[in-house]
């Protein structure tokens, strides 16, 4: 293996075994940069459990981002094998730290509580937290490793969320595994609490907190004995670690947020701030990363022109807290912020996060590593608080290379007064915080002129994109335009929720019109809005307009060049024209522009297309965890020819989509009868060929085509191509129509797409 190229990282020498792998150390020749690569050992390469584990870490990887979270930079395989590739850490698991003094204990314990918070906001438990599983780099600050046996579990309201494990039967290292763990009970957030507890149990006193012989005296010691408290640290950090160890998970801490509250409060109140040094008298340095596979890796960003980017200011606006007890107002945790967002996007000196990738991060949060993870300048943080019949808003504005507040300021007004309540902070902020960040006001819509048409934009702009709660937005917007139809954001935030209910409901046709003809009104409103400008260029795209909405996304490009959002719905629009070098062009400067930007997540396609499934998998990864990235999955997984894994994937993401063609699939795979399959593809074909967008055609006759239905699949290409889905060079290449490029029907369809394609081009011709 040493000295071996595979695909772009020579390997240089074996750093040892780590978990069910072996962990080497590599050259990326692309970039130029060490980096670890793990690989399954030869002995479990043909395991399926290992592999399965390898593909369940994908999953929990997915979802994490966090700087105390060791860093996957691509995902791989070599002769049809997975491996990870890392970044390289110097340093030592804690395995071998030995007993920390109290300042050192912790700067542990705050950066481990913080990376669990962001792990269980994800839903995820790690189940298997311990020193050898915890590693402490060079520079003293902690990583947490190996999610293999990670689990994703309900949310608390009560929505399914999937399973890493087939059931809670007693996994993870026995020494610090809670009782209900022990137990084989259902797990939650709180089991890694008391893990938490047990490490750092052990890294205060040089001892473990529960010890036997064997494995049965452990369990009876987790089970019904109490660990001395540390007597040689703050009794306060000592009274959080015993709390984190209560063996009733009620009595237990009840989140890793209100560990990392109390740790933050301890450390404030002791002025420590050392971080953690490896010991002298280690005398090796380790490079470690964790067994995560992330089947939708983080991108690796390639060098790119950044348009702009040199000239703005780049900010992210985080949910609001709401201080008072009255829970009617807690929309507006979401609503103000969204609202800030949207006075700030007008000044083309800033580059402002979306709210869909900023509005997770809630609670106690770390504004310096959230304004890292979400790459931005700046963090605006606020809070408000309602008694008396008023309400009083508070913004702060943090500097996060500097870790300082830039900027605080206070608002006060009338509680039933929304609209003074946005006048108050738009005048604020323009004469506050824009000077200090070199920015103008910009342009801006003409505000809100009805009360009531305001509370109920502001109250739609806190509801979840999901169906039902989306269709009642939908209901509440239709009122609000209804009651003031002269305000653009109303009009703007209503066409993005049709469009949402026609692509992922049942609102079909009408409502993709209604999502037309309501981004169109926003814009003779407000030419600036460029949220609108984006899902008029989207829709027009979708309806099959390629030319039109090309023109719209050039003029677009011309005025915002600095926008990621304005070079991915070019990008978007080239997609459909077939047009896929310049496609993925325009998607990569807009990641360079914006590298966190869940929207971007469809370049996937544009790079499945192209046979560039590495990439593919790395943009859906900007999504990853949702329903769609799944979806997409399943494709990349059909054309690298894993069609067990497709059918794994898609077990998730389409068995609950209305006319799904996830059953035919697996009735093919299971080798069902014919007039069985033919029955299941006869109720999928019919409402099918009346979707409107045209590339949802394309992927269906694509399925069609794996499931050896090739007549179908080609009068559904045939319909996507009319439709305004070029499809070529797409069609030549998939895997999906290898049988059906043999029919004499598809030459005809070819030579639709190529004209489509050809109309195009001509029609952008100056």
């Not at 814009?523 to 949220?531: N, S």
């Not at 050039?554 to 997609?575: C, I, Q």
């Not at 020819?641 to 009735?667: C, K, N, V």
């Amino acid at each position: 293996m040493i000295g071996r190229t595979i695909s772009h990282y020579r390997v240089l020498e074996a750093l040892g075994a780590g978990g069910m792998g072996v962990v080497y150390k590599a050259e990326d020749t692309r970039l130029r940069r060490l980096v670890a690569l793990k690989m399954l050992s030869d002995a479990l390469s043909r395991d399926r459990t290992a592999l399965e584990r390898f593909e369940r870490e994908a999953h929990a990887a997915s979802a994490l981002n966090h700087p105390n979270i060791c860093t996957i930079y691509d995902v791989d395989e070599v002769d049809g094998f997975p491996f990870l590739v890392m970044e390289l850490l110097e340093g030592h698991t804690l395995s071998t730290a030995g007993r920390l003094d109290n300042e050192a204990l912790l700067s542990v314990a705050v950066e481990f509580a913080d990376a669990l918070a962001t792990a269980h906001e994800a839903h995820i438990v790690h189940r298997d937290l311990k020193p050898a599983n915890l590693f402490l780099t060079k520079l003293g600050h902690l990583k947490i490793l190996d999610f293999g046996l990670a689990k994703l579990v309900t949310d608390d309201s009560g929505t399914a969320v999937r399973e890493l494990t087939a059931s809670d039967t007693t996994v993870g290292t026995v020494a610090y595994m809670s009782p209900e763990q022990a137990r084989g009970q259902d797990v939650d957030a709180r089991t890694d609490l008391f893990s938490f507890g047990a490490v750092l149990y052990e890294l205060a006193t040089g001892t473990r907190a529960f010890h036997g012989a064997t494995t049965a005296m452990i369990f009876d010691a987790i089970l019904h004995q109490q660990p001395e408290t540390p007597k040689n640290i703050d009794p306060r950090l000592a009274a959080i670690i015993m709390k984190a160890l209560e063996k009733d998970r009620e009595l237990r801490y009840q989140s890793a947020a209100d560990i990392r509250a109390d740790l933050k409060r301890l450390k404030h109140d002791s002025g420590a701030t050392a971080s953690v040094r490896p010991r002298p008298w280690i005398p090796w340095v380790a490079a470690a990363a964790i067994v995560i596979i992330a089947g939708i890796a983080v991108w690796r960003l390639r060098p790119l022109p950044n348009p702009g980017s040199s000239r703005q200011t780049t900010i992210a606006v985080l949910p609001f807290a709401n201080l008072g007890g009255n829970h009617d107002a807690d929309y507006l945790s979401l609503a103000l912020p969204d609202e800030l967002i949207t006075i700030l996007s007008h000044s083309r000196a800033l580059a402002v996060r979306p709210f869909a990738m900023t509005r997770k991060f809630t609670g106690d949060i770390n504004p310096q590593q959230t304004g890292r993870t979400l790459s931005v300048g700046s963090i605006i943080t606020g809070n408000f608080r309602e008694a008396a019949g008023r309400i009083g808003i508070t913004l702060e504005a943090i500097d996060v290379d500097k870790n300082d507040v830039l900027w605080r300021d206070s608002v006060e007004v009338p509680a039933q007064d929304l609209i003074a309540i946005r006048e108050q902070i738009r005048s604020h902020v323009r004469s506050g915080l824009l000077p200090l960040l070199n920015a103008g006001g910009g342009y801006e819509s003409a505000p809100p002129k009805n009360d009531e048409a305001y509370a109920l934009f502001l109250r739609a702009s806190a509801m979840s994109n999901d169906p039902e709660p989306n269709k009642e937005a939908l209901g509440m917007l239709e009122r609000s335009v209804a009651l003031d139809p002269s305000y653009a954001p109303a009009w703007a935030a209503l066409s993005a929720r049709a469009h949402f209910d026609s692509s992922y409901s049942n609102g079909g046709d009408p409502a993709l019109r209604r999502a037309d003809v309501a981004a169109t009104r926003a814009l003779t409103l407000d030419p600036d809005l460029i949220e609108a400008s984006k899902r008029l260029i989207l829709l027009r795209t979708e309806l099959g307009e390629l030319s039109q909405a090309y023109a719209r996304a050039k003029d677009l490009v011309a005025r915002r060049p600095e926008s990621g959002d304005a070079h991915f719905t070019l990008s978007y629009t080239l997609r459909y024209a077939g047009l896929l070098d310049e496609s993925a062009r325009e998607c990569e400067i807009a990641r360079s522009l914006d590298p966190t930007n869940r929207g971007f997540r469809s370049c996937a396609i544009v790079f499945l297309f192209r046979g560039d499934l590495p990439r593919a998998r790395q943009f859906t990864h900007l999504d990853a965890g949702s329903n769609w990235s799944d979806a997409l999955t399943t494709y990349i997984q059909l054309r690298a020819g894993d069609r067990q894994a497709a059918l794994r994937t898609g077990a998730r993401a389409f068995t609950r989509i209305e006319h799904s063609w996830y059953p035919m699939l697996r009735a093919v795979d299971e080798h069902r009868p014919q007039r069985e399959i033919d029955r299941l593809a006869a109720a999928i074909r019919e409402p099918t060929l009346g979707t409107r967008d045209s590339e949802q055609l394309y992927f269906t006759a694509e399925i069609f085509g794996y499931c050896g239905k090739n007549e179908d699949a080609l009068t559904i290409l045939g319909v996507a191509v009319d439709r305004g889905f070029c499809s070529v060079p797409a069609m030549d290449t998939d895997p999906g129509f290898v049988e059906a490029r043999k029919l004499p029907q598809f030459q005809e369809v070819r030579r639709r797409g190529l004209a489509c394609q050809a109309r195009f081009i001509q029609a952008r011709t100056p």
